[in-house]
């Protein structure tokens, strides 16, 4: 069975590579995966874990001429969308606008569609349009976040990232979380300061030290900035170490006793490592509330609108989710548990 997924992404983010992986490692189960992945690096590439027996497309032309024609045929092959953020722009929407005639023909010819861990912020008319179109050629879709779900009348699942990590016995070992880890955007306009004091009263008190870690290659240079104020150690995604850099940020989350950070793949890669989280949502954005209810786990997500309070409120919320990690690993568990649910449904639509 041909089965074909484009698993195109942000190369330099980790977060792109965490949650397309366990989707490729499901299809690959019900046959022969056939990944449109453009003209990325060789290490976004590796680090996506694909076989040797997949065929790699780096030509979105012969990738989607192999696709309709085995659309058209008789024999069986299947589609699965890309999971991950959809942005509601032309170049967000190719994908879901190219393959619309696509999944119709597939619909008429009774072969598998898989829509799985995708989500949106924001719904612009237009595309909104185009996506509930394509949301009624593919039945059993399942969204990532509550307010996608909501807007497209469909089902909820966990972000496909928090399939990867730490097993429950690992999360749940007592051993020593001596670390404050902060990891914030660096593509957006923001005053550190209170995190900056927050972090650093809270680590004072509690004899824990302070690691910034960057995720994404552009966040780079506010992660060295956050390290100079804060004093702290600085762990920077270098060129083309994708792999290195996960294993790198993982093993500090498994050390941390709290994460603070504005980007949602750092903090699913920190809980399913075992560590507490403490969320910061900007632009009055409920992105990390919504994919957190989605998945079932009670993270606390701020809006620090006000700066005269944000300090006090961070620095009791730090206080306050340091001592629920017992919670968060529970939380993770139940994820994990819809995710085999999920996972199940994706292989009965693959197989028939």
Known sequence: MKIFVPAVGQEENIGDIILRRPLLDWLRESGDLHVYLGHCDTAYETALGLSPSDRVYRSFARWYIALLASAVRRRRMAYAFKPGEIQMTLSGMK???????????????RH???????????????????????????????????????????????????????????????GPRDLVVVSMRGDRPADHGPLVAATKRFAATQGYDVVVVSQVLRDNALAESLAHLLDAEVQTFG????????????????????????????????????ASLVGIQSDGSKKLERHFQAAGVQAECLALDSAEEAENVLLEQLEIQRDRRRIFVDGVVRARSNLADVRQGVLTTCRG
Do not use: C
């Open 95 to 109: 994908e879901h606008i190219a393959v619309l005639p696509v999944t119709a023909v597939m619909r008429m010819r």
């Open 239 to 274: 060129e083309n170490e994708h792999s290195s850099q996960e294993q790198r940020v993982r093993g500090t989350y498994r050390r941390a006793a709290v994460v603070v950070s504005d980007r949602l793949h750092v903090l699913i890669a920190a809980v399913t490592e075992g």
């Open 112 to 174: 598998p569609i898989v829509r799985v861990g995708a989500g949106t912020r924001d719904f612009n008319r237009f595309f909104a349009a185009i996506l509930r179109l394509g949301s009624r050629l593919t039945p059993g879709a399942r969204w990532r976040d509550t307010g996608t779900a909501a807007a497209l009348k469909g089902a909820t699942m966990p972000d496909l990232a928090f399939a990867e990590g730490a097993t429950e016995e690992e999360m749940q070992d007592e």
